[in-house]
């Protein structure tokens, strides 16, 4: 979904920012999280170790080998929820 060069630029965006980017993944119990770091949620927002919920794999391979069912993205106490094609539109808008 994202290359290693759009996810370290989204990185820089929501760190600058105070944001907090969710990925969720579908049919699969963790989601990747961008914001201060990048890290792995379990599905009711709880952290996990990384090695846990995504082994070896790096951030953008995970994007690129699980389906993303939707992309939430906090930012100043609101919540805007994008489906796959609309963050990519929204991506190129922010960063």
């Known amino acids: 979904m994202l290359s290693e060069e759009e996810v370290r630029?989204?990185?820089?965006?929501?760190?600058l920012i105070g944001a907090k980017v969710v990925f969720c993944l579908?049919?699969?119990?963790?989601?990747?999280?961008v914001g201060k770091f990048?890290?792995?949620?379990?599905?009711e927002g709880r952290e996990v170790p990384w090695v846990r919920a995504f082994g070896s794999k790096?951030?953008?391979?995970v994007l690129s080998s699980f389906k993303v069912k939707e992309v939430r993205v906090k930012v100043k106490?609101?919540?805007r929820r994008f489906k796959r094609d609309?963050?990519?539109?929204?991506?190129?808008g922010i960063i």
């Open 77 to 79: 106490g609101t919540e």
């Open 38 to 43: 990048i890290h792995a949620e379990d599905k």
């Open 26 to 33: 579908e049919d699969y119990k963790f989601n990747l999280v």
């Open 58 to 61: 790096m951030p953008w391979d």
């Open 86 to 92: 609309e963050f990519k539109k929204y991506l190129k």
């Open 9 to 15: 630029r989204l990185t820089r965006w929501a760190k």
